[in-house]
């Protein structure tokens, strides 16, 4: 099974800032990509969110201004560039990308993977920690 391997994570304090990784296939014929986080004792949410035709973003209220998603295609890499670190950024990070559904949108996309994470190709997960 393809799998996709994130890193980067790590302790950082408040304010800080750390760039995540995320090894990719060479060829994942999806329509978007992004990161999920999934902190102890709550579900896992969406981050961010990058579409493979436009490049357009989409990012949550939380990380506005904060986070910026990208992605390399040369190199098949997707980054998550975090500044400004919060406490409550603290979570396992997971990369994927979308199989098998034709989103329109990413509220579309964003639904799916939340509801049937099946239709997603997950990372492992890196762990971010916001400490001081």
């Known amino acids: 099974q393809v799998q996709l391997v994130e890193s980067g994570g790590g302790l950082v304090q408040p304010g800080g800032s750390l760039r995540l990784s995320c090894a990719l296939p060479?060829?994942?014929?999806?329509?978007?990509m992004g990161w999920f986080r999934q902190a102890p004792g709550k579900e896992r949410e969406v981050v961010s969110v990058?579409?493979?035709?436009?490049?357009?973003?989409y990012y949550s209220d939380s990380v506005k201004g904060r986070f910026t998603i990208s992605r390399d295609a040369a190199k098949n890499v997707l980054y998550l560039q975090m500044i400004n670190l919060k406490p409550e950024d603290t979570a396992v990070y997971y990369c994927?990308?979308?199989?098998?559904?034709?989103?329109?949108?990413?509220?579309?996309?964003?639904?799916?993977?939340?509801?049937?994470?099946?239709?997603?190709?997950w990372g492992q997960g890196t762990q971010v920690t916001v400490s001081s």
């Open positions: 994927v990308y979308d199989q098998g559904i034709t989103p329109i949108n990413f509220k579309e996309w964003i639904w799916a993977l939340t509801t049937s994470p099946k239709y997603g190709r």
């Open positions: 060479e060829f994942t014929d999806s329509y978007m």
């Open positions: 990058i579409s493979n035709y436009d490049a357009s973003t």
